[in-house]
């Protein structure tokens, strides 16, 4: 993180400074998409952005580690403490761990709901113990925790024209289409892990079962069965997508630049899957260098103007 950015936030102390450089590393390692987008932001903005994604990050870590032979409950043991650690330090605004003690800072600063962290940790739990979900609705419920808070984490951070209240939803949509989007992508590399996010019905719908994806998945051949079903998770992210896009008018205009490229890359991730002929069982989706920088230059050029149309953020009184 540049001392630019710690000294716009007005971030003094050392050691607070410290922490939010590392959860800055932890958003860059993992997050190369959002962190990308995140440079978007006025400066005096970003820490917090780090701080709450570098969390994210670290607490995913804890339950994916491939390389850890910890059992599941060892795992929850884990997460447990650093529930009971970010508790204390959501009351007290200390830590000892660095990332928790940036995180806590930032909730105080921006006045992020406590119920958002709880909701997080409690479909990081999740992850240990469910390997798939009967019905979206079932997995609305896990992404409500997993996605949909970090979306609403985010908006005191951004701001917005309008009452928080009015721009939650739509928020809390753009988390939900992102973490869905990786889903559609990840799906070989989610089913190595036990895991299958895809709901149970809509694979059902067009013949497709836990046994269909792992034998796509180890003899590399493609079955049409599976192609229609990923064509109907995509569809049903882009309607998610859909309920998030008003959102977008509806945040200060110096953080609309910032969220509008992640709009615009996690979209691409989605034509990246047709484009392979959704052989995401076999392959990762990405979108090419190029076109990623010229959406991140076409979001510079936005944000450059909105910084010359404004002096200082219209964000609203915060509640």
Known sequence: ???????????????????????????????????????????????????????????????????SDATPAERAAVLDALETRLLGALRTGESSQPVVRALAHTAATYRISPGHFTDFMASMRSDLVVTGYPTYADLRRYMHGSAAVIGLQMLPVLGTVVPPAEAAPHAAALGVAFQLTNFVRDVGEDLDRGRVYLPEDLLAAHGVDRELLRWSRATGQRDPRITAALRAALDLTRQVYREARPGLAMLDPRARPCIRTAFVLYSAILEAVVDSGFDVLHRRAVVPRRHRAALALDGLARSSAARLRTSRPRQRELS
């Open 1 to 67: 993180m540049t001392e630019r950015e710690l000294d716009a936030a007005a971030i003094r102390d050392p050691g607070l400074r410290e922490a939010y450089r590392l959860s800055r590393r932890l958003n860059a390692r993992h997050g190369k998409t959002y962190f990308l987008a995140t440079r978007l932001l006025p400066p005096e903005r970003r820490p917090a952005v780090h701080a709450l994604y570098g969390f994210a990050r670290w607490a995913d870590d804890i339950v994916d580690d491939q390389g």
